[in-house]
């Protein structure tokens, strides 16, 4: 009984967490700037309050709150210490005629306040997912659809113990699947009958939440799943089985007709233009100060080996266009077949110099593509353009490929900070980082743009 209490108590909490959190995190940050900054002592006043207003905006406009059962939590940590830093400033406006003010105090804000949100959100989060994979706040579930749609459901449950989802029933549209017993590695699961079966379960058990899919060769077809399923009044959620895990599934709407949006989500003309003016004026200043750095490097590569300072490509960019890619010359040149095959680069690769592989350990021959950004043919941010043979070929191996030129392409991106770069040997490695480049241009804002850069 104390278990289930537990459980229980565990289980009704973990929905409120967010709600508290959302209001305590500004009321715990301003206490500590003021504790920090205010030498008179903590006084709930005018600028207390518009201090938790102002952190209140940061911390909800930055996306803390967001459910992480799904997601990858160690994401969280980068966030925080964006909020942090922008908390740090607001903190150095609101006291910047002061003149005892000490950087150490500054660094002393951003430490505490830093410790706090993690601890308050990652180490949370983290203990939700330890005591999910032990049964409690646990979330027990009921699956209507075909065998091939319910092993599939398994192995994902399987490989993802934190969600905390437990199948207590599986139903299937087709007669054939009816009183089949599947011998799968988390246990053995029975079919427990059709729909009639799945709505008398619905009605008499606790369950917290229905999945269903929906096969051509289904017996029943979806528009009956759905009268039915609409006729209870479980969670219900549709199981999409199709593999693309970059799909973006946003509700759209014009007039009475209903749509789901499956990539390139449209976006603010206004957010896009700031991101245009942020790209040309701080590319333009990277490039002036960066004026020693190019002379040095095109000096090493011309002394090096024989052949032009810059290597030009086409690349796919906006929209599929084409448009030539400046970077640093870091390989031989070839002079023997100018029309030679595109060979990926290797780690231990002969065809790189010995300035070219300096180059490239520290990405310094990316350094003319803030030509490309000037010219607005690339971002600083965005998915990184591959050569056009290498597009030709993945765009028919991997679904939704070309989605990735949605979006201007980046210096860098999603997929290089999160270590989905170099080269790609197999299909995997190169799905892996599609998968990156599309989530990016799906929930890409210009916070996300700073946190990577």
């Known amino acids: 009984k104390k278990i289930l209490m537990l459980r229980g108590l565990l289980r009704t909490r973990s929905k409120d967490i967010d709600i508290l959190q959302k209001f305590l995190d500004p ?75 000490e950087n150490s105090v500054l660094i002393n804000f951003f430490l505490l306040a830093s410790s706090y949100l993690i601890s308050h959100h990652y180490i949370l989060r983290a203990f939700l997912r330890f005591i999910r994979k032990r049964g409690y706040n646990s979330r027990n579930i009921v699956f209507f659809g075909n065998k091939n749609s319910f092993k599939n459901l398994v192995s994902k449950l399987e490989k993802t113990p934190w969600l905390g989802y437990r199948i207590q029933y599986w139903f299937s549209p087709n007669a054939d699947d009816k009183k089949i017993k599947l011998n799968l590695i988390s246990g053995s699961y029975k079919c427990e009958g059709g729909i009639k079966e ?8 606790n369950l917290d939440k229905l999945f269903f899919s929906h096969d051509d060769s289904d017996d029943i077809n979806l528009k009956e799943k759905i009268n039915f399923i609409g006729d ?30 499956l990539w390139n989500p449209g976006y603010s003309i206004f957010n896009e233009k700031i991101k245009r003016f942020f790209d040309f004026n701080l590319g333009l200043i990277i490039i002036i100060a960066l004026i020693p750095i190019y002379l040095i490097i095109a000096i090493l590569i011309k002394v090096s080996s024989k052949g032009p300072i810059l290597f030009i490509q086409n690349r796919y960019g906006l929209n599929g266009k084409i448009f ?44 003319p593509q803030l030509i490309n950004v000037i010219k607005g043919e690339m971002s600083l941010v965005g998915p990184r353009p591959h050569a056009s043979e290498h597009n030709e070929y993945y765009r028919k191996m991997i679904p939704g490929y070309m989605q990735r030129h949605s979006k201007l392409p980046g210096m860098t991106g999603l997929a290089q900070v999160m270590g989905a770069r170099g080269e790609t040997n197999d299909i995997e490695k190169m799905k892996l980082r599609i998968e990156y480049d599309i989530a990016y241009n799906n929930n890409w804002n210009l916070i996300e743009d700073f946190l990577i850069l």
């Open 27 to 101: 009321f715990v940050l301003a206490n500590i700037s003021f504790l920090l900054f205010n030498r008179n002592g903590l006084t709930i006043n005018l600028n207390f309050l518009i201090l938790c207003f102002l952190y209140f905006i940061i911390l909800n406009f930055n996306k803390l709150y967001e459910s992480y059962r799904f997601k990858n939590i160690n994401t969280i940590i980068p966030r925080i210490l964006f909020i942090c830093s922008s908390l740090t400033i607001i903190n150095l406006f609101f006291n910047i005629y002061d003149s005892k003010l």
């Open 198 to 205: 799945l709505i008398n379960t619905i009605n008499k058990e």
């Open 232 to 261: 209870t009044c479980i969670s219900a959620s549709f199981l999409i089985d199709w593999n693309i895990p970059s799909l973006s599934l946003r509700e759209e709407s014009f007039g009475d007709c209903y749509a789901f949006n």
């Open 324 to 367: 030539k890619m400046y970077k640093f010359r870091t390989m031989f040149l070839d002079q023997r077949d100018t029309n030679k095959k595109i060979i990926q680069a290797t780690k231990n690769d002969k065809r790189i110099t010995k300035v070219g592989r300096i180059l490239r350990k520290y990405s310094l021959d990316e350094l």
